[in-house]
């Protein structure tokens, strides 16, 4: 660990228990992040009948590691060979335990380090489903909110930082 710290490269630190991604990582500029191969989350798009467009955002619980009580997306660290959209939707059906079908418009990538990065998969599900009424340890509530709810709304920093790039993916596939 000591020799990776020196060349500047990232240490990861798996935990004794879980899949193959779970672990933090540490990185040369003193951040640490979850999910020794990268993580992923989804953001769920649906438009109805009458063109009302709405997206699914889960309450971050008060034992997660940062943004706890914040809004956020389902996600989590990858497993070993994961791609980002594989990760996504299993972390949603992990979280939520809703299989939902999906036509996947895009996604945004934000890098801590060249090594690592957060992959923010955007869908569009043509079934608004039920958020159910209880939720694993990870999310406390769950719900459907428009743009403008999600302005109003205590969001995640991170997924408030990506929130313009995500918009910009939905909006450059629906002129």
């Given at each position: 660990?000591?020799q990776?710290?020196?060349?500047?490269e990232?240490?990861?630190?798996?935990?004794?228990?879980?899949?193959?991604?779970?672990?933090?990582?540490?990185?040369?500029?003193?951040?640490?992040?979850?999910?020794?191969h990268?993580?992923?989350?989804?953001?769920?798009?649906?438009?109805?009948?009458?063109?009302?467009?709405t997206?699914?955002?889960?309450?971050?619980?008060?034992n997660?590691?940062?943004?706890?009580?914040?809004?956020?997306?389902?996600?989590?660290?990858?497993?070993?060979?994961?791609?980002?959209?594989?990760?996504?939707?299993?972390?949603?059906?992990?979280?939520?335990?809703?299989?939902?079908?999906?036509?996947?418009?895009?996604h945004?990538a934000?890098?801590?380090?060249?090594?690592?990065?957060?992959?923010?998969?955007?869908?569009?599900?043509?079934?608004?489903?039920?958020?159910?009424?209880?939720?694993?340890?990870?999310?406390?509530?769950?719900?459907?909110?428009?743009?403008?709810?999600?302005?109003?709304?205590?969001?995640?920093?991170?997924?408030?930082?990506?929130?313009?790039y995500?918009?910009?993916?939905?909006?450059?596939?629906?002129?």
């Amino acid at each position: 660990m000591a020799q990776a710290a020196q060349k500047g490269e990232p240490v990861r630190v798996p935990v004794p228990w879980g899949a193959s991604g779970d672990g933090f990582v540490f990185f040369p500029n003193g951040e640490r992040r979850w999910g020794l191969h990268g993580a992923s989350g989804v953001f769920i798009r649906h438009v109805d009948t009458d063109g009302i467009e709405t997206f699914f955002l889960a309450q971050r619980g008060d034992n997660v590691e940062g943004g706890r009580s914040q809004w956020a997306l389902p996600g989590g660290a990858l497993e070993s060979g994961e791609t980002p959209v594989q990760g996504a939707l299993r972390e949603f059906r992990e979280e939520i335990e809703i299989d939902i079908q999906v036509d996947v418009l895009g996604h945004h990538a934000q890098h801590v380090h060249e090594t690592w990065a957060y992959t923010t998969v955007v869908v569009q599900v043509s079934d608004r489903f039920q958020p159910p009424d209880e939720l694993q340890w990870e999310n406390k509530a769950a719900g459907w909110f428009t743009r403008q709810e999600i302005a109003e709304l205590e969001t995640y920093d991170a997924f408030n930082d990506a929130l313009e790039y995500l918009f910009g993916i939905i909006d450059s596939e629906n002129p």
